[in-house]
Structures are given as structure tokens and as C-alpha cells.
């Protein structure tokens, strides 16, 4: 199964570089402009990663990432013009994990969506095994106490 990507955003990443860099690393990209649209899209598609630009029409990035830690666990690249340390700040404050500044180079991109999506995914198969383990183990003894 191919890794889920939803980009929101109006300017950078509504451009099809980003979405084509994106399908030819390989991933499945869905695209929406807004970040009320882009919360909806959340629970629908359950991305791996979500690429959000600061600047959007309506809810801004800043809140729209507020609202995407509350409502999902997958990581957040945002992508802003500010070229300051109080944007990055600013970005990791608001439930970021990773702030990329415009002009954006599309192969850092796709390098750290990458990343992000071998952190996300194995911490998942990581939490799956454990809680498989833990069923077994504690459903397991349970079983063999009863037996005796």
C-alpha cells in the first residue's frame, strides 16, 4: 500500500511540481486548497503525512495544524514565507514537526516526507506488534491460570 499524502494549500503546493515530485517518489497525493477542506480530508483518506502551507484562505495553516493535532497523529510539514527562527518556532508551537521555508526545494521535500513517513509508519507497526504482544500475553496467562 502506497503512503498517503495530503497537501493543503493554495500556492506553492497547489503547483504540480509538488504533487508530481510526490507520485514519482511513489506516494498517493491528494490535494485540496483550504484548510477546512483539508481537516474534512483527514478523517476521510487518514494520511501518513499532511503538507500544509502557513497562508491559507479562511482558517490560516497556523490553526489549521492546531486542529490536525487534535484530529490526527500523522506528521505536519508546514511550508511558509517567513524566513525567520520565530516561524520555526512558531510552526513546532503550533503541533509542526517540520517547517520548510518558500522557495521550496522540492527534493528536501520529499527527503523529509520520506522521513516522516519511516518514523510514522514503523512507530505504528511498533505500537501494533506491542499491543499484539501485550493481548497475547495478558490473554495468554489468563488462559493458562484458568487451565490449572
Given amino acids: 500500500m502506497r503512503e498517503r499524502i495530503l497537501l493543503i494549500g493554495r500556492e506553492v503546493i497547489s ?39 502557513d497562508a491559507l484562505p479562511g482558517m490560516d495553516g497556523w490553526e489549521t495544524c492546531r486542529w490536525l493535532r487534535r484530529l490526527s497523529i500523522a506528521p505536519v510539514v508546514m511550508v511558509g514565507g517567513e524566513r525567520s527562527s520565530r516561524a520555526l518556532v512558531k510552526a513546532l508551537s503550533v503541533g509542526a514537526d517540520v517547517y520548510l521555508k518558500k522557495p521550496l526545494s522540492l527534493p528536501e521535500l520529499v527527503a523529509r516526507v520520506r522521513a516522516l513517513v519511516r518514523r510514522h509508519v514503523s512507530g505504528m507497526e511498533r505500537l501494533l506488534a506491542e499491543a499484539r504482544l501485550f493481548k497475547y500475553l495478558r490473554f495468554g496467562t489468563v488462559e493458562g491460570d484458568a487451565d490449572k
Wanted: proline residues 3%.
Fill in 15 to 53: 503547483g504540480r511540481e509538488v504533487s508530481r515530485a510526490l507520485l514519482e517518489a511513489g506516494f498517493a497525493v491528494t490535494r485540496v486548497e483550504d484548510g477546512v477542506e483539508g481537516l474534512a480530508k483527514v478523517s476521510e483518506i487518514r494520511p501518513d503525512v499532511v503538507v500544509a502551507e
